[in-house]
């Protein structure tokens, strides 16, 4: 997902201790491993398969989807995204703070949601366009983190949006989807603009 609001990057870069790498947060200098696929193209639309084990491959795959997130200043990022068909996602809502460790989901689940927040929603998949998105207040979600170790992992706020939002992607599911009506016709021409820079 992509941050609601620019806020200037801290100086000094933090370690990431959870996703078991020495490597700094890179500057978000948009320029990482993977490339971003944009809407129009047809892998954002299908589902992702469950990853049966985790190996070194799934492992390399995390990191160097969190180095395309960071670059991409995104706070969220799933496999589908960087043209991957698996069930991984990436997640940074205090990519600032230094004592911060990014979340590294394979195989989540929505085990429960509760409440309802409509709040301006973006996606890296999206560039420069935003909306409001109903999303549950609260999620509750179990994984299995980069140890293969099942977690439950429980968001409010900008955690439980993200992770709604990144589990969809891995269901073929996009932000727009969930904007409908006015709202939606109002976005077709941005929209098509994407679409069409998208196949070219
Ligand atoms: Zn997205």
């Given amino acids: 997902m992509a941050r609601r609001r620019r806020r200037k990057w801290t100086a000094s870069p933090p ?4 996703a078991q790498t020495a490597e700094p947060k890179p500057t ?3 320029v990482g491993p993977f490339q971003i696929r944009l809407y129009g193209n047809p892998v954002l639309h299908q589902k ?3 990853i049966p084990e985790i190996t070194a491959v799934e492992r390399k795959l995390a990191e160097d989807m ?3 997130m960071y670059a991409a200043n995104g706070v969220g990022l799933a496999a589908p995204q960087v043209g991957v068909l698996k069930r991984l996602l ?3 809502v205090n990519r600032d703070d230094p004592a911060s460790s990014p979340l590294v989901l394979f195989n989540p689940e929505i085990q429960h949601l509760e409440g309802e927040v409509v709040e301006e929603e973006g996606c890296l998949s999206f560039p420069d366009i935003i909306a409001d998105v109903k999303r549950a207040a609260k999620a509750v979600v179990i994984a299995q983190n980069i140890d293969g170790e099942s977690i ?3 968001g409010e706020a900008l955690l439980a949006r993200v992770l709604q939002h990144e589990i969809d992607h891995l269901n073929g599911i996009l932000f727009i989807d969930h904007i409908s009506g006015l709202k939606r016709q109002l976005l077709q021409g941005k ?3 994407l679409k ?3 196949q070219q």
């Fill in 196 to 198: 069409q820079k998208s």
């Fill in 28 to 30: 978000p200098n948009g």
């Fill in 152 to 154: 439950r992992v429980e």
């Fill in 191 to 193: 929209l098509r603009k």
């Fill in 48 to 50: 992702a398969l469950p």
């Fill in 15 to 18: 370690q990431i201790s959870a």
């Fill in 90 to 92: 990436v997640i940074d």
């Fill in 66 to 68: 969190l180095a395309t």
